[in-house]
């Protein structure tokens, strides 16, 4: 692949460029996270969970990390339903989660060694990627203990559907070669980011919501 001569320039004076491309991947990605919560006004797990699961994703691909962040949630559940009877500090709570979680996650490996499941490739799976995945527990237990189960679920759902998102387009060719070869545009996210940071005006999401209240109004008029 040939390169601009700035790119050249930066990869020649010992920035790596599998570095470069994750460091790019991490910027698209924040923008996403920005425009998902203040534009179209979806939650998520702050900014650096939905980033860390894509970046996991990419290295995992799509199917195995939703496996892998399913097992995770339903440990974590079944972990915070039992550890939530016995009197403990929270770090401790979360050092026992951790370890059901390694314990619970290798039975899911040797289940899958054993029976396939449509994931036969699992072994191959970078370990600091489940790792990466597994993280996620901490953020959905801290959203729990604060929100009712339905709205956490509801925020889980919509982390993992802005990582998925951001896991397409981080893994498109396309992208990651036009962003290494035009590295004038990461100023223009900088200053997207500003704009979107700036705006008060209605999220996409509540449009759709007070327009189906005002249908439903003039439903009741008629």
């Not at 959203?143 to 990582?163: D, E, M, N, P």
């Amino acid at each position: 692949m040939t390169y601009t001569p700035f790119t050249q320039w930066i990869l020649n004076t010992g920035v790596n460029q599998q570095v470069l491309e994750l460091l790019l991947a991490v910027m698209v990605l924040a923008t996403i996270v920005s425009f998902a919560r203040y534009i179209l006004g979806t939650k998520s797990y702050g900014i650096y969970a939905p980033i860390i699961l894509a970046i996991a994703y990419s290295y995992t691909g799509l199917r195995y990390g939703l496996a892998i962040t399913l097992v995770v949630i339903l440990t974590t559940l079944f972990s915070y339903t039992i550890l939530k009877k016995i009197r403990m500090h929270y770090i401790a709570r979360i050092a026992v989660n951790y370890c059901l979680l390694a314990i619970f996650l290798v039975i899911f490996f040797i289940v899958v060694k054993k029976f396939g499941l449509g994931l036969e490739n699992m072994p191959y799976i970078s370990g600091l990627a489940v790792i990466s995945i597994a993280a996620i527990s901490d953020f959905f237990i801290k959203q729990y203990v604060k929100k009712s189960f339905k709205t956490s679920v509801l925020i889980l759902f919509s982390t993992v559907a802005i990582a998925a998102l951001g896991w397409f387009v981080i893994t498109r060719d396309v992208v990651s070669n036009y962003m290494l070869n035009n590295l004038w545009i990461v100023p223009i996210l900088i200053a997207l980011n500003i704009l979107i940071g700036q705006f008060t005006g209605l999220r996409i999401k509540y449009l759709f919501r007070f327009k189906s209240v005002a249908s439903n109004k003039d439903n009741v008029g008629k």
